[in-house]
């Protein structure tokens, strides 16, 4: 079956929104100190519902025949003084459902970020993957991306130091 890859449009953001929860939920397995778990299925799908059309902003979705298998979420900004960055667009969120993972859908997703991201004026694609997330992190290299920050993270409840 062929991976076809679209903006995503209005009633995309139930669909989008559970995705994220399963998103958020691997983050969580992966650190539960780190990533919080606060997200709702209504206030992600309202989330994206206003970022759908925004200029600064391009949600895709991954479809194989009907079903929405994927996702992609990326923002432009013209400067990050936080970041130090100029003309960069965040890939804050992407994800494929595991069974749809051998069937090049995340290939086609990551492939119609990078465009999105050059289409939006972008001079860089920067993203944040999990320490422990080693797959993900393969992925990403083999498109070219390179390690330049690490997070680090003190917990503040029972620090010993």
Do not use: C
């Amino acid at each position: 079956m062929e991976v076809g890859i679209r903006r995503a449009r209005a009633g995309d953001e139930e669909r989008v929104a559970e995705l994220l929860l399963k998103l958020v939920k691997q983050h969580v397995d992966y650190n539960p100190k780190r990533f919080a778990d606060f997200v709702t299925k209504e206030g992600a799908a309202a989330f994206y519902a206003g970022r759908f059309r925004a200029e600064d902003a391009r949600v895709l979705v991954a479809e194989l025949g009907s079903d929405i298998v994927g996702f992609a979420y990326l923002e432009f900004e013209e400067r990050n003084y936080e970041e130090l960055v100029a003309k960069g667009v965040w890939l804050h969120d992407i994800y494929v459902e595991p069974s749809s993972r051998s069937a090049g859908v995340g290939k086609a997703l990551m492939e119609a970020a990078i465009a999105a991201a050059a289409g939006m004026g972008g001079d860089k694609l920067l993203l944040a993957t999990a320490a422990k997330n080693l797959a993900g992190k393969n992925f990403f290299e083999r498109f070219g991306f390179r390690p330049t920050m690490i997070e680090m993270t003190l917990d503040l409840s029972g620090n010993s130091r």
